[in-house]
Nanobody, 119 residues
Framework: QVQLVESGGGLVQAGGSLRLSCAAS????????MGWFRQAPGKERENVAK????????YYAKSVKGRFTISRDNAKNTVYLQMNTLKPEDTAVYYC????????????WGQGTQVTVSS
């Protein structure tokens, strides 16, 4: 079992930055690939970034590539999403999720944190 708790969301003006954090419980954090997802009202959930267990592999959605950076600190059981040059279309609830051994199935999800970007 893994419990995930996101933090760091909030209201920011367009062009600004936010850093989201996701703290995980458990002793085997490095066994999990981690993903950040977002969902805006009326839209499908989007996988914006993911990172392998050791941090050596990363993926970004086209919509955020070059603006967002995913990273992790396995000693702190935490994954981060640095979001720069934010746009109003980045407004959404952001969730982190854990995928055991990177099998492509996210079995554990956080409760989400709201990010609102004003124009």
């Amino acid at each position: 079992q893994v419990q995930l708790v996101e933090s760091g969301g909030g209201l920011v003006q367009a062009g600004g930055s936010l850093r989201l954090s996701c703290a995980a419980s458990g002793r085997t954090f490095s066994s999990y690939s981690m993903g950040w997802f977002r969902q805006a009202p009326g839209k499908e959930r989007e996988n914006v970034a993911k990172i392998g267990g050791s941090g050596g592999f990363t993926y970004y959605a086209k919509s955020v590539k070059g603006r967002f950076t995913i990273s992790r600190d396995n000693a702190k059981n935490t994954v981060y999403l640095q979001m720069n040059t934010l746009k109003p279309e980045d407004t959404a609830v952001y969730y982190c999720a854990a995928d055991y051994l990177g099998q492509g199935r996210y079995d554990y999800w956080g409760q989400g944190t709201q990010v609102t970007v004003s124009s």
